[in-house]
């Protein structure tokens, strides 16, 4: 069973080197290929060499290569990760700082930072759907890569590849609320749903009984992610609505306070995330490089992606041994949520199987965030097909329709601005 | 048949009257009774007695008198109209005021202002229905009272009056479409689709064809409505989505620059829309009771309500006489635009006769705008749910739904300090 | 001995009255003459007639009248009080809101609006002082009206009137760092030095002993002047700098926050002080036509002008009597502060007899204030060469030397806009 | 003779060695001794490898070498110019960025961005001094050094050693003025008053008439000094106030927009000033290594320092030569300035020779700048005295009393946060 990686420079191989490990007795991994872009050439052959030291310290047989030659890479995959950066941290450092010139929040998934990172990714991931189409058309595309549910959208919209969108959020939710409750996260049955980095948890069934009510009675100030740094306001308000929020609600909730600390962030000598990341990736692959590593590093939790292999590798094991579990995952709607299309993606949990990942019946979005859902499904639509006509009138209605977008006017200085800034990585948009 | 207008001592009324005797071969209009609150009292006497040397003056038998006993006045009425403002222009005032002191937008019918205006005027009008009900459950409630498509909604979905709620704003669009065009206004079939103050029109027919980008192509810097000043994006963001706005939309997709004029504005020694409006009802009030005056004098026209009684007289005359004309105005959306309930209101053409108004099966929401007519409808159901029963957690819930606030301190605040500024005409929400 | 005051229908008036009344001992004034223009009749009326009661209340026998002829009021004065605001509390309204729209702080009596009443006001008292050196040109001009310094200064410079600044602020300073110390006020030799509105005391003398650091050891959260709500950060900042401020200081350390309250109050309902006092003006007024009211009524107090008439009859009767005693005023600088002119006016303690004021010799300015002094001072001799020859380009250079003016393009609009909105009464700036 | 530069890392080094060449004739230099600290070793080689290609280009016979020992290396100097920047240009941009995360403006020379690079740069001048009074105790200092104003004050306030600051500013307007005039630069003799960045030109003598009217009455878009780019307003400002500006002048009398400019440049990609000099001066640095390169190259020019080295060394000409010729130079007041001390420093025209600069005798400052060069003085008075001291307090009044700090909260702020992040440069301010 081989399993290709894209963008396996990523700092994030080793957590997923380290999953293929832990699951070993259940999923026979017997190749692992990492495949990135030349400008990745040095950090991938760092994350292959820390790779073949990780599987040769735990007294395994999978090979390890990588590969620059993406469609040689994926021929015969069975299970194919995307978790790939175009234009890497340099673009994600635009996608942060030009929105906040206009006053508007510039963040890597959501706003104005989320939608060029969409239009920059879509068309390399049919790209690579296509070279799957040739080399490897059986195989499950696990996503990874951001906006994740717009670019799992596009994918099972425009092309015949089988794919599932993924995201660390509800696992670490999850885990939250285990925590909170203290009992044992696989005691636990949370539910989920929403649109990728807008989900809430609507239910969490503990012994038959929905202690949701329970769980939100619990503040906890600690955010389930790394980068987004949780406001007072939101366990309250969690309370009020009545589910558990995906930490990226905070941008929709709480946008004054979250553009002024942006703000003051981009001014400080620190800088955004992103200057954050880099510093912290650099850290992480001098430590990749030392010879006597052979076990993933404790620094890597600062990198921000915790759970993410746990997410995939359960995933993969899930399809490939039919397992029927439920998992939270990126699927294409077929009515659940009635008010959206069929055919867009998703957020919630599914049964996952070898025919992949079947929605749960009963899932209804509640009425306080149904508004929210819909406007944003709405602006992904737009954003889907800007981005693969290279189209600058939708793309501007795209934007029109974001909730963190108040003005036609920023509206057209960003885009424009932005349009300028990535068009290296923004072919359909031309000249 | 008798005419009832609640709300008599509108400055409004006199518009009213005219719209009676420029219909009077076809509408047998025989009474018309002003009814209003004992603070309105000396401005219904002025209006009363404008009335009937208008009526006199057009050599009309109609019988006018006011009352301040509602229930009495609404005995045996055939067409009851709502025209009242709850807390008059010094309530108003402070909608306007009072979002603003945290940088949000303060607008009479939408953001916190629309909001607080409903709290207050959804009790007062099922009350008048709760009198109807007893005195004339057969009339027609044909309702002004802004925000129009919410307080119908509410009526709707908790009395058994037959109400249709109507707006001077599509009326006033359609003409700017014929004056863009220079053809006469009854050459054209204009369709509308939305909710109150949150429409456009996606169709121009004229002569069998749809010229909606002929209309669109020409600019008009003048807007359809007194109160909001047209700012040069919305012709030309209007001609990217490919449909005419109501001009209320400029608070959505200009809101940074209306933000800016609107604090400007409270600012300057001129003042809100409020301050300006309570001069221009002085002066229109000095005017009616000129004895010499018997026609509807010019400076009307100031006050922003142009076309409201054609609108109001048109509707009224279609049922009556059961036209079977179409008619854009405020209805049940029962399928209409799937994507929102079947029992909520909507803003759209609809065929007008005898058993009331039945929308055009044909419509459908430009993508662009759904995502914001499904966001605002959500808003609008918890705003209905929060006024009838006065529940606070409601309220912060409607808030946040609302596109204008953007951050749950500002809610927190604004809704802490208008419910105290309000508490007079909010007794739903107790202590 | 006959005492003038113009602006006799200012709501302070009965407080003057009740000074005269409570020094009738030592000040023989056999005459009380108020003065106003046209427009302030009914308020002269009832004042005069206010003062005629409490006067037979007490028992003495001082004529008052009323004119509205200036010069014959003038005639045989021996001390003349100005008390007049050009335009009333309308220009005054203006001169808070104006600069507001421009983000700049606008106050009556520092920044813009401040530098508008010193345009509008200089002009008239250069003509009530020609009016007193026909009638009487020996008689002391007591100047109250804001800006104090400013318009004292154009006074001596421009005039052959006597003339005296005055001002209720250091007065009211004594008193609070008398209380702080809790001493009796009279116990206590306090020392000012500065402008008008820009001074601090830098010693507090009780038994001998400078105890100014005793003083500043205090907190006392309440503000010397009604009108300006102190912020936490005064007095914690006057330990560091080692004297007490005037509360007016608050403008210049405190702008950022200070801009933001006047910003909130100019948008809500209350309004700024002008609309504020406009009010409490009301509601005196309606006191005062009470035909019981014998004695200053206790309302009076929210008026703001604590002290005033202590500190104006107070001077009168030093002068009278030849008294010697110290007493804090605006006068000449003559070398007192070396870096400013000698014929500027600067506020601090003098010795008051017959002759007018002689500053006390051994005063220096701190040096954290000196350059706040010095750019405040260079404002002020351009602001009244400007309102003086009524010459736009130095209007515009007294305002960029405004350390509450930030910008050019500030002052450019605020200029434009107020010559504009108070063209009235500013004659000399033409067309 | 021999030259000692200190700070001979810099960049600018080679300006200074082609000034040496230029001036050959008449200023017999015959060692140039290149100092800096062990941090920018790496600089000083490359420097004294391309001096020495140069030199040997120009045929001409003068040594050059480096030392990190200054002592050893000052030893025997006739004249020392000091171009050192304490903390490189990391220190410089927490000196832009943390002032702007208040909302105050943060720059290398003003405001609270130039306050704190005093306060690291005195007590390292002032060391310098020491060491100087040891080994050439009669050797001039030449201080290039910003903020060149205060550091020379402090260096003749607190030293024995002779000091002149010195400025590219003038020259570069006096260029700017001949240019504006068509003459050449020679038949001008300009004068100059104010302080070091806050000067300003009010004679523009040509052939014995002041031309500066005709000077003023030219617009001219480009700015003087690279690193601030001019807008509109500065010119027609300049002309109402009747003397040309030192372009340092736009942060005070254009706050608010170069805040934004400023602000807006921080968020985005490009940066500070001090981000791009990183990259303009790495692209410097590795030219200079070229070892085929043996003139001053043209990228030179677009680092700010135009005419630096024929400021530089005409001074030193004139000193040497004792030319008795006019420069524009900062020395000590003795009264030039009546409202200023004795012996501070100002910037002003003088006459160079074999004892120094000797200021000329007709200066006088326009009213209109008056109270910003005084205010400024007392804000550089307390901040030489807060850094010698390590006085925290001091530290504080002197930010209030920089004309560009508006609120003590943010004043509290600025200073907390920069102690913090440059403790490493500032000793004295301990724990």
Known sequence: ????????????????????????RTLPVTEIVLIDVPMGEKKIQINTDFAKRMIA???????????????????????????????????????????????????????????????????????????????????WLINFTNPAGIVTEAVLKHTGIKCIGLCNVSINM????????????????????????????????CGGEDRIGDVLAVSNSESVVKNIEKNDEMDILAR??????????????????????????????EGTRANQVKRVEAELFKCYQNESLKEKPEALAKRGGARYSEAAIKLIDSIYNDRKD????????????????????????????????????????????????????????????????????????????????????DARGILEDMLEAHKEYLPRFGQ
């Open 1 to 24: 069973m081989k399993l290709v990686v894209i963008g396996g420079g990523s700092s994030y191989t080793p957590e997923l080197v380290e999953g293929v490990i832990l699951h070993s």
């Open 57 to 139: 310290h735990a007294g395994l047989d999978i090979s390890v290569r990588y590969t620059l030659d993406r469609k040689e890479g994926l021929a015969g995959a069975a299970f194919v990760i995307t978790q790939l950066r175009v234009g890497g941290l340099g673009a994600r450092a635009k996608d942060e700082r030009i929105p906040l010139t206009y006053g508007v929040i510039g963040q890597e998934t959501t706003g104005p930072g989320g939608f060029f990172k969409a239009l920059r990714t879509i068309p390399v991931l049919l790209d690579i759907c296509k070279d799957m189409e040739e080399v490897c058309p059986d195989a």
């Open 174 to 205: 999850w885990h939250d609320a285990a925590g909170r409750l203290g009992v044992p996260v696989e005691d636990m049955d949370c539910r989920f749903i929403g649109l990728n980095h807008l989900s809430v948890m609507n239910h969490a069934y």
């Open 240 to 269: 009020e609505m009545g589910c558990m929020f995906s930490p990226y609600l905070q941008y929709f909730y709480s946008e004054k306070e979250m553009l002024r600390k942006e703000t003051k962030e981009a001014l400080s000598i």
């Open 326 to 409: 439920v998992q939270v995952v990126d699927v294409q709607n077929h009515g659940t949520i009635p008010e959206l299309p069929d055919d867009c993606v998703i957020e919630m949990n599914c049964v996952i199987g070898k025919n992949g990942a079947e929605p749960l019946k009963d899932a209804e979005v509640p009425a306080e965030i149904l508004g929210l859902v819909v406007q944003v499904k709405a602006y992904e639509l737009l954003t889907i097909e800007a981005a693969i006509e290279g189209d600058r009138r939708k793309a501007l209605l795209a934007l029109m329709n974001n909730p963190l977008v108040h003005d036609v006017k």
